[in-house]
């Protein structure tokens, strides 16, 4: 994309308030916008090949959608926190190993899309946002889900493809959670406590693909009254 064609988005962009410069081959934040005024409220920069996020990304204040997926990034800059009308969050497709624990300020999220990444630990500082109701998390390297996971607030978690071999039955105390997807990971059929499957509001559980057989799952204590929950839900849907 030429200098002319950017300018051009800029100036559409002022009046919508959506910027999409995606798809380009970017390496580095177009200049134009580090001075650009705070108008923003949609910006979409994915499929480039940034590694960083610039500072200059704080003072769009108003952005409320922010996608900077299929990109190189390694980090997310702390500056992320500054967003706080931000409501959608989309990072999938880039290398991250981390979160700032800044994130923790952007309290109108309801979408984080963090799928594909180098994760290793359970991103905590997205525990306890009201707001939040799907969190993506599959395809990365996430060992365990630690007893904070009880004060999420997502409707929707997805663990699926990483390595998690330990559970906390906190995920029990989860007050909207309702799917929970963990398939392809590295967990015992004992992980699944009869606390888990008896007093949650889990009512689909997807868990194909771990260190168990189907037969194994059935026989625990507390999965009859799971598949209540479940059955419910699947007769609402038709």
């Keep these: 994309m030429g200098n002319k064609q950017i300018k051009q988005h800029l100036e559409t962009a002022q009046k919508t308030g959506i910027l999409k410069i995606s798809l380009q081959r970017l390496q580095e934040f ?3 916008l580090k001075a650009y005024p705070n108008v923003l409220k949609t910006l979409d920069l994915s499929e480039n090949r940034f590694e960083h996020m610039p500072d200059e990304l704080g003072r769009l204040t ?3 959608h922010l996608n900077l997926s299929g990109n190189r990034l390694i980090e997310l800059n702390t500056v992320v926190g500054e967003l706080l009308k931000l409501e959608v969050l989309l990072l999938m497709d880039n290398y991250l190993t981390q979160l700032p624990k800044t994130l923790v300020n952007c309290t109108n999220l309801k979408t984080v899309n963090l799928s594909n990444n180098q994760l290793k630990e359970f991103p905590s500082m997205l525990c306890g946002l009201t707001k939040l109701d799907v ?3 599959s395809r990365n390297k996430i060992t365990k889900v630690p007893s904070e996971v009880s004060s999420l607030c997502v409707t929707e978690l997805n663990l699926n493809q990483n390595q998690i071999s330990s559970l906390a039955e906190d995920v ?3 007050r909207k959670l ?3 997807r963990l398939e392809e990971n590295c967990l015992q059929a004992i992980a699944f406590t009869p606390r888990i499957l008896k007093d949650s509001k889990i009512c689909i559980l997807a868990v194909d693909g771990n260190l168990f057989n ?3 799952f059935t026989d625990l204590d507390g999965y009859d009254v799971y598949m209540e929950r479940y059955t419910a839900v699947k007769k609402k849907m038709f």
């Design 172 to 174: 029990a105390d989860c």
């Design 135 to 137: 969190l993506d998390l």
């Design 62 to 64: 108003l952005l409320k």
């Design 30 to 32: 177009p200049p134009q």
């Design 214 to 216: 189907s037969k194994q």
């Design 178 to 180: 309702k799917t929970l």
